[in-house]
Nanobody
Framework: QVQLVESGGGLVQAGGSLRLSCAAS????????MAWFRQAPGKEREFVSA????????RYADTVKGRFTISRDNAKNAVYLQMSSLKPEDTAVYYC????????????????WGQGTQVTVSS
């Protein structure tokens, strides 16, 4: 059983940056593909970014490509999301997720989820 805890959310002005972290425990972190999803009020949870177990492969939603960077440190059991050039439409609760095997952009593919961290971007 893997436990995931996100941190790093907050309030930032448009154009600013934030770095989200997700700390994993209770499993063999290095075998899990990791992903970030987000959910805005009244909307479905949507894919943001994913990274393979080795960190050698990544994927981004078109809406964040070129602005967000996902990375991981298997020695620290952590995955990160560096967010830059933030826009008000990036406002959402951001969730970290894990699954064995290759990454996916669908929520149902992930077995483990964190509790989420709020990101609010003011205009």
């Amino acid at each position: 059983q893997v436990q995931l805890v996100e941190s790093g959310g907050g309030l930032v002005q448009a154009g600013g940056s934030l770095r989200l972290s997700c700390a994993a425990s209770g499993g063999t972190f290095g075998i899990y593909a990791m992903a970030w999803f987000r959910q805005a009020p009244g909307k479905e949870r949507e894919f943001v970014s994913a990274i393979s177990w080795s960190g050698g492969s990544t994927r981004y939603a078109d809406t964040v490509k070129g602005r967000f960077t996902i990375s991981r440190d298997n020695a620290k059991n952590a995955v990160y999301l560096q967010m830059s050039s933030l826009k008000p439409e990036d406002t959402a609760v951001y969730y970290c997720a894990a699954r064995e095997g290759y990454y996916s952009s669908t929520t149902t593919a992930y077995d483990y989820w964190g509790q989420g961290t709020q990101v609010t971007v003011s205009s």
